[in-house]
T-cell receptor, first 111, second 113 residues
């Protein structure tokens, strides 16, 4: 069974703080994606990283794919209440690139 | 932006009953998926569908589950005899090619009583 472990599971911080979420696996993935999920909604793609060592930035969010393509991190700078949500990493595998989702990190940013 | 549409948003059923969850993927997409998320747990892959057949399925997708694309626009998930443990949010997703962005629907919350 391919597992993607995310840490931390829960994170409550004050507005303006920085944070990092980690996504780790013993498996290699062809790509790794980060999603954000709001309550009652489906996951929405934030970014896809494909190359080992790749770094992508999306405004205050920085995503990095590990050199061995087994792990990834999401760093948020100066978090805002609007960043509150469930962050999911997902690795793509197989002929149809099905997604194996991580365990999720629930982020709460207090104003 | 185009979106994947799922109906109903909520479905309550009695244990042992059949349910059909409906999805309308984005019109030019070729790859279709069902995922589910039990409350408090991670999103789990159920099945992928391409070229009018199942291309991959998980251990969860047993004989009680089936998928169909009856008319070229709808993509359905049928559970023949629901069990309590089938209660979950079921997400449909679609994409144009294997490597493209995956679009998720808003989900159907299935409650089996």
């Amino acid at each position: 069974t391919q597992l993607l472990e995310q840490s931390p599971q829960f994170l409550s911080i004050q507005e303006g703080e920085n944070l990092t979420v980690y996504c780790n696996s013993s498996s290699v993935f062809s790509s790794l994606q980060w999603y954000r999920q709001e309550p009652g909604e489906g996951p929405v793609l934030l970014v896809t990283v494909v190359t080992g060592g790749e770094v992508k930035k999306l405004k205050r969010l920085t995503f990095q794919f590990g050199d061995a393509r087994k792990d990834s991190s999401l760093h948020i700078t100066a978090a805002q209440p609007g960043d509150t949500g469930l962050y999911l990493c997902a690795g793509a595998r197989g002929a149809t690139n099905k997604l194996i989702f991580g365990t999720g990190t629930l982020l709460a940013v207090q104003p | 932006e185009p979106e994947v549409t799922q109906t109903p948003s909520h479905q309550v059923t009695q244990m042992g009953q059949e349910v059909i969850l409906r999805c309308v993927p984005i019109s030019n997409h070729l790859y279709f998926y069902w995922y589910r998320q039990i409350l408090g747990q991670k999103v789990e892959f159920l099945v992928s569908f391409y070229n009018n057949e199942i291309s991959e399925k998980s251990e969860i997708f047993d004989d009680q589950f089936s998928v169909e694309r009856p008319d070229g626009s709808n993509f359905t998930l049928k559970i023949r005899s629901t069990k309590l443990e089938d209660s979950a949010m079921y997400f449909c997703a679609s994409k144009w090619t294997s490597n493209e962005k995956l679009f998720f629907g808003s989900g159907t919350q299935l409650s089996v009583l």
